[in-house]
């Protein structure tokens, strides 16, 4: 495996350069080395299978995340912006039978490292693609994420061609911000700075301003950039406004960063802009989890921005006739349970491919909502689920791209007083991401064209009437 020849490599020149650290410890090469062996070696004598992950970021979480992969167990990072349901369902559905993380009713302990290993036999076990490695589910486009089934080679191809854009930047220190179970992260914040030779500084969630998937703390964000002085990140957009913030008010913060990467939702030119002018080197770029994340990245000496950069060296982007954008020589093994997928995958997003070689994204195909935070949904579910409350006549929610969910409901007669109280009830169903921040009491009926003869929604339309009112509620949200 060539990420642990780059680590053998390296512990063999320089055993006590930095791999990995946290606020308490920092592990060299050498002991990064060592410990994953002794790990991977203690999980197959266990004779784990399929290993659940479902921890805060920490070395923890990369130890046993590169364990896995040198003993060859399936590992399915459990994410923890995902609701009690959705965590669930992703265990249950992936046939896990072991788990590291809190303490689950109907697993039994059987082991210790570091943290306790629970295990049981599973009520199914679904048959997986051949090479499978890592089962990484989506952020919840639906009620129940589908499990995207990768290799560690194509993980390997990705993280190789990603070394290779950004090495220009000599990145030496990564920091890393979002879960470690977004595959995003995982494989910028884990795999690119190990076969790069450089560090990654892992700390927990909590100690770099997250208070929910959807909720930061800039204070704590700022101080986190203080204390490690990182030469890159990789940021969704609401957490790149927040940078460009803090950079504004302390141009210091900047100073350290040599490639601050963006992606997981639509920016505004403007912010790039404004980053750009504050000194923060901005790189756009895009991926998707059915492709093994990133595909497209702009990077020093080769960039333009507004776009999406251009294709990652092991894929090939395509545009299809409608301006679907089609990605060749990236596809996964297939979704879990579900037949093989095609080498090519339709990603479902429209943009087209300049002269030069640059990816432009110009929308969406569906209707798939992706918050400024990198979280997609999809509205069709929340609005189901508000099916179920009275109060709550008719329902369209908007997300993409904004802080903040906002709902345009138009109320039953006679539920009026009741509607705030539905409304939470309703928010204790959803993830944080899929929540109603705010709402608008509106009209929507066939007769003013705002939905379809069916009851459907008109989407295009809603927004169109009511952008102001909805940029107006989520201006503000910086937590």
């Given at each position: ?10 512990a063999?020149?320089d055993?006590?350069?930095p791999a ?12 990064l ?6 790990l991977a070696?203690?999980?197959k ?8 992950l479902?921890?805060d970021n ?5 130890m ?7 003993a060859?167990i399936?590992?399915?990072?459990v994410?923890?912006?995902?609701s009690a ?29 570091a943290h306790a290993?629970?295990?049981r036999?599973p ?12 089962i990484?589910y ?9 499990g995207?089934?990768?290799?560690w080679?194509?993980l ?7 070394a290779?854009?950004?090495e220009?930047a ?6 890393t911000l979002?879960?470690?179970?977004t595959l995003?992260?995982n494989?910028?914040?884990?795999y ?6 450089a560090?990654s500084r892992i ?14 703390s800039y ?9 490690w ?8 957009p ?10 504004g008010m302390?141009?210091?913060?900047a ?10 939702g639509?920016v ?5 802009a404004?980053?750009?002018q504050?000194?923060?080197?901005v790189?756009?770029?895009?991926g998707?989890s059915?492709c ?37 020589g ?7 349970g ?11 997003d429209l943009g087209?491919?300049?002269?030069q070689?640059f990816?432009?994204i110009t929308?969406?195909?569906k209707?798939?909502?992706?918050t400024?935070?990198g ?9 189901a689920e ?35 109280e ?5 928010n ?17 009926s ?17 927004l ?6 909805i940029?107006q ?7």
């Amino acid at each position: 495996m060539i990420l642990f020849e780059r680590i053998k490599q390296i512990a063999l020149i320089d055993p006590a350069r930095p791999a990995l650290c946290d606020s308490e410890r920092v592990i060299s090469y050498a002991e990064l080395l060592q410990a994953t062996a002794s790990l991977a070696e203690k999980l197959k004598n266990e004779q784990v299978s399929r290993l659940a992950l479902f921890l805060d970021n920490g070395l923890e979480w990369a130890m046993i995340d590169l364990a896995c992969a040198l003993a060859n167990i399936v590992i399915i990072p459990v994410p923890v912006f995902f609701s009690a349901e959705q965590q669930d369902w992703l265990i249950e559905s992936s046939g896990a039978d072991a788990l590291i993380g809190p303490a689950r009713a109907g697993w039994a302990t059987t082991a210790n490292f570091a943290h306790a290993l629970q295990r049981r036999q599973p009520l199914s076990v679904p048959e997986l693609p051949a090479h499978t490695a890592k089962i990484t589910y989506t952020s919840g486009t639906t009620g129940r994420p589908k499990g995207v089934c990768l290799s560690w080679e194509h993980l390997m191809q990705v993280s190789l061609s990603l070394a290779e854009r950004v090495e220009p930047a000599k990145v030496q220190q990564h920091l890393t911000l979002l879960p470690l179970a977004t595959l995003l992260e995982n494989i910028t914040g884990l795999y690119v700075p190990l076969l790069s030779g450089a560090s990654s500084r892992i700390p927990s969630l909590a100690e770099v301003g997250f208070t929910g998937s959807s909720q930061f703390s800039y204070q704590v964000l700022a101080q986190a950039i203080k204390q490690w002085r990182p030469h890159s990140l990789v940021l969704v957009p609401e957490l790149l406004r927040l940078l460009v913030m803090l950079c504004g008010m302390d141009p210091d913060l900047a100073k350290s960063l040599r490639f601050v990467a963006v992606g997981g939702g639509k920016v505004a030119a403007e912010l790039v802009a404004k980053a750009h002018q504050l000194g923060l080197p901005v790189f756009e770029g895009y991926g998707l989890s059915e492709c093994g994340s990133v595909v497209a990245l702009n990077a020093p000496g080769n960039a333009l921005p507004g776009s999406a950069g251009k294709a990652l060296p092991h894929c090939q982007i395509n545009i299809a006739e409608d301006g679907e954008i089609h990605v060749s020589g990236a596809a996964m093994l297939g979704y879990l349970g579900e037949p093989a997928v095609e080498s090519c995958i339709a990603t479902g997003d429209l943009g087209y491919v300049d002269d030069q070689g640059f990816l432009h994204i110009t929308g969406r195909k569906k209707n798939v909502q992706i918050t400024a935070f990198g979280r997609n949904f999809s509205p069709e579910w929340v609005e189901a689920e508000a099916q179920l409350f009275p109060a709550i006549a008719r329902i369209v929610v908007f997300g993409d791209g904004q802080p903040a969910n906002v709902a345009l409901i138009h109320p039953t007669p006679g539920y009026e007083e009741s509607l705030e109280e539905q409304i939470a009830q309703l928010n204790s169903r959803l993830p944080d991401y899929a929540q109603i921040h705010h709402y608008i009491l509106a009209q929507l009926s066939i007769e003013n064209g705002l939905l379809t003869a069916n009851g459907r929604p008109r989407r295009a339309q809603i927004l169109s009437q009511y952008q102001t009112r909805i940029n107006q509620l989520t201006s503000g949200d910086i937590v």
